[in-house]
């Protein structure tokens, strides 16, 4: 588990962490994002455990090597060509740490019996890199994030690692975004997602990226540029202004409400204080002790009530907690069987 002292610094960055230039895309379904990027490749690969193979790509689109982990299913090993399996991309916060699922949150994704007949991919992020191609002052360049999930990731898997056509993706946080926002810029790509504490609607909330970012010292304006000259920048990324794209698919929100929960141990500490995170015409309860999920329940709410309008097979669950581990783990388990299910 990740060291508690680091609690606070954590759930930031995998709240805010998260946040190209898009056009509208056709509704019809597609197997692909784009053509495959040029030069990706496998420089090496890794068995780790269980189940549990490690690869280590040349990504031109992120300027440098990242890593992809795979739970591999029943009879991989032994695959042969042709073999296809149905994908669950998970993804993590704005840490970025490829490990997390398997290492941070005590999943224990390699003993859940539904997971035996399903390749899942757990790729590697940059800080705060809001699973986006960032903008960059209109110059573009790395990182490309989403081009390397989704035209190096996805088509190299696909051509050597058995991965098949139908997708369900899911994550926490910026993860959780990050889930929604491919599903919906990409129709037809994903069967089903599900966001945990995801930072689902960040043109709601653009002070909160300023925020973050800059506590990070990062150029917050590279991302998406800025969220008045460069609106059609934001809403093109973002879950609420795309929900039309995602009302024939299952999605699952989830988030608490800020205060301490259930699941948060004694002597749980409040997250760090950000400036400029809180909204004065907004402001936190005053029992928040982890602002972060306050703001992700807020996001998550107006994008279920959003899909609700529209008709999607939208559920939810809304109760109290914080931005922490225990509660993504337990909102996996809880739809995992909406993920799964679509895939078969």
Same mark, same amino acid.
């Given at each position: 588990?990740?060291?508690?002292?680091?609690?606070?610094?954590?759930?930031?960055?995998?709240?805010?962490?998260?946040?190209?230039?898009?056009?509208?895309?056709?509704?019809?379904?597609?197997?692909?994002?784009?053509?495959?990027?040029?030069?990706?490749?496998?420089?090496?690969?890794?068995?780790?455990?269980?189940?549990?193979?490690?690869?280590?790509?040349? +990504?031109?689109?992120?300027?440098?090597?990242?890593?992809?982990?795979?739970?591999?299913?029943?009879?991989?090993?032994?695959?042969?060509?042709?073999?296809?399996?149905?994908?669950?991309?998970?993804?993590?916060?704005?840490?970025?740490?490829?490990?997390?699922?398997?290492?941070?949150?005590?999943?224990?994704?390699?003993?859940?019996?539904a997971l035996r007949n399903v390749l899942v991919v757990m790729p590697e992020m940059p800080l705060?890199?809001f699973y986006s191609d960032w903008h960059n002052g209109g110059r573009g360049g790395p990182p490309a994030v989403e081009t390397f999930h989704l035209e190096e990731v996805r088509?190299?898997?696909?051509?050597?690692?058995?991965?098949?056509?139908?997708?369900?993706?899911?994550?926490?946080?910026?993860?959780?975004?990050?889930?929604?926002?491919?599903?919906?810029?990409?129709?037809?790509?994903?069967?089903?997602?599900?966001?945990?504490?995801?930072?689902?609607?960040?043109?709601?909330?653009?002070?909160?990226?300023?925020?973050?970012?800059?506590?990070?010292?990062?150029?917050?304006?590279?991302?998406?540029?800025?969220?008045?000259?460069?609106?059609?920048?934001?809403?093109?990324?973002?879950?609420?202004?795309?929900?039309?794209?995602?009302?024939?698919?299952?999605?699952?929100?989830?988030?608490?409400?800020?205060?301490?929960?259930?699941?948060?141990?004694?002597?749980?500490?409040?997250?760090?204080?950000?400036?400029?995170?809180?909204?004065?015409?907004?402001?936190?309860?005053?029992?928040?002790?982890?602002?972060?999920?306050?703001?992700?329940?807020?996001? +998550?709410?107006?994008?279920?009530?959003?899909?609700?309008?529209?008709?999607?097979?939208?559920?939810?669950?809304?109760?109290?907690?914080?931005?922490?581990?225990?509660?993504?783990?337990?909102?996996?388990?809880?739809?995992?069987?909406?993920?799964?299910?679509?895939?078969?």
């Amino acid at each position: 588990m990740r060291p508690p002292a680091r609690r606070g610094l954590r759930a930031w960055i995998t709240l805010v962490l998260a946040l190209s230039l898009a056009l509208a895309l056709p509704e019809a379904r597609t197997d692909a994002a784009g053509p495959p990027s040029e030069g990706a490749r496998v420089v090496a690969e890794e068995r780790t455990g269980p189940r549990q193979t490690d690869l280590t790509l040349d +990504s031109p689109a992120l300027g440098r090597e990242a890593k992809v982990r795979l739970l591999t299913p029943e009879g991989w090993e032994e695959r042969r060509p042709g073999d296809r399996w149905p994908v669950l991309y998970l993804l993590v916060g704005g840490d970025g740490d490829f490990r997390a699922w398997t290492e941070g949150y005590g999943t224990g994704l390699d003993r859940i019996p539904a997971l035996r007949n399903v390749l899942v991919v757990m790729p590697e992020m940059p800080l705060f890199g809001f699973y986006s191609d960032w903008h960059n002052g209109g110059r573009g360049g790395p990182p490309a994030v989403e081009t390397f999930h989704l035209e190096e990731v996805r088509p190299l898997l696909e051509r050597r690692y058995g991965a098949g056509t139908r997708r369900a993706a899911a994550g926490e946080s910026q993860g959780g975004f990050g889930a929604l926002s491919y599903a919906a810029r990409h129709p037809g790509l994903f069967d089903a997602v599900a966001s945990y504490s995801g930072f689902v609607h960040p043109s709601r909330h653009p002070h909160a990226v300023r925020a973050g970012m800059t506590y990070l010292g990062l150029d917050w304006r590279a991302l998406w540029g800025d969220p008045v000259a460069q609106r059609e920048v934001w809403r093109a990324h973002d879950p609420y202004h795309l929900a039309h794209r995602l009302r024939n698919m299952p999605v699952h929100l989830s988030s608490g409400d800020g205060t301490k929960g259930p699941l948060d141990p004694p002597g749980t500490e409040p997250d760090p204080e950000i400036p400029g995170l809180e909204d004065p015409e907004e402001p936190f309860p005053e029992d928040a002790i982890s602002p972060t999920e306050t703001l992700m329940l807020r996001e +998550s709410r107006a994008v279920a009530a959003r899909l609700r309008s529209l008709g999607a097979p939208v559920t939810t669950h809304f109760t109290t907690g914080t931005h922490s581990p225990p509660y993504w783990r337990r909102e996996f388990r809880r739809s995992l069987p909406l993920l799964v299910g679509a895939l078969r």
